[in-house]
C-alpha cells in the first residue's frame, strides 16, 4: 500500500549488487502491469537485465505508448525520455532514475542558438526555401521548433528518407544536432560534399540578423543544400579510421560495421554501417565463423559478444568508448525510483511541456508518416 514515504538516494549508495538486485525485483513485482522499464542497448548490463524491452529511443517510446502502463521507468538519457513523454498518454508519467543523465551531442545545440542561426540562414536564404531536421537525439523544444517550422525529425534509421524528403520539398536543410549522421547519410545518397556545409555554433555574432554566420559567407549559404550544426556524439568520434586500418590487417576477411554517428573517414573505410538495430540484426543473422569489429558503444559490443559466441567479434577501438552519461543510470538510481514509486513517490518525473509536446508530436507524426 503506497504512503507517499520518500526514499533518500544516499540510503542506496552502498548497498551490496545483490540487495539492489533482490531489492528491484521486489519493486518491480509490487508494482506490476502499472510499471514499464525500457532500457536503452547502450545500457549497462546490471540495469538492463531488469528492462521489460530493450531497444532505440524511438522503438523504446513507441512499446511505452502501447504499453499504457501508468509508470515508465526509462534507463536511457534525457531526451529519449522527453520523447517517451511526448507520445505517451496523458495519464502515463515518465521517470528517468538519474535526472543528470543527459546526452552530450544532444546539448550542444540549444533553442536560443538554433533559433539565432535559423533567423540569419532564412533572411540569406528566405524561409520558404529551406526546413529544419532534428536527429532524435535532441532536446523537446528543438523538435518543437522543427514541428513548428514545417520539417521533421529523423532517426539514425530514417535520415536519408528524411533528407530526400525535406530537399524534394524545399530544395535545402538545415540538419541538427550531428553534423556526421547528417554528412554520412547526404554523402550516401549522392549529394557532393560541396553542397554540404557546417554551421559553426560557436562562431561569434555578426550576422544579417546579428545572429552568427556559423563562419560561413553569404554565398556559401545560397549555394549549400545542406548545412549541418557541428555537433557531435563522443563515443562514436573516438573510433579512427587507423582503428579500422589495424583489423583489417591483422584479421584479413573480417567485416567492419560503423554506427552513422562516427566520422565520415571511418565510415568509408568500414563495409557496412547503419543504425545499432541494423548492427544487431547484421551480427545476428551473419553466418557462424564470421569475425566483426563494431564500431558502436562498448555496452552493446560486448553483449552482442557474449549473445553470439559462434561469431568472434571485436570492439572497434583501443579506448573504451562508454556513453558515460547513460552510465549514470545504475541499479542504485533505479532501486531508489522503483522503491519511492511503491510509496507513491514520483521521482525525477520528465515533463515537456504542453505546447512544445504538441508541436514536438507533429514533428515527430511527420517522420512516421514518411
Ligand atoms: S552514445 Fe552519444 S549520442 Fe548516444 S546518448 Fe550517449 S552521448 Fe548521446
Redesign the pocket.
Known sequence: MATNKSHLLEDYLDLSADDLDKRIIIAKETMGRRLLILGHH?QQDDVIKFADFRGDSLKLSQEAAKSDREFIVFCG?HFMAETADIITGEHQKVILPDITAG????DMANLYKVENAWKDITHIVGEHNILPVTYI?SSADLKAFCGRKGGSVCTSSSAERIIRWALGEHGKIFFFPDEHLGRNSAVKMGIPEEEIIVWRRDEPMGGPMGGPMGGNDKEKIKKARIILWDGF????MLFLPKHVEYFRERYPGINVIVHP?CRREVVELSDLCGSTEYIINRIKESPAGTAWAIGT?INLVNRLRKEQPDKTIFFLSPTVCL?S??YRIDPQHLCWALENLVEGTVVNQIIVPEEEKRWARVALERMLAL
Open positions: 547502450y538519457v546526452c552530450s551531442m544532444a537525439n556524439c563522443s563515443v562514436h554517428e558503444e556513453c552519461t547513460m
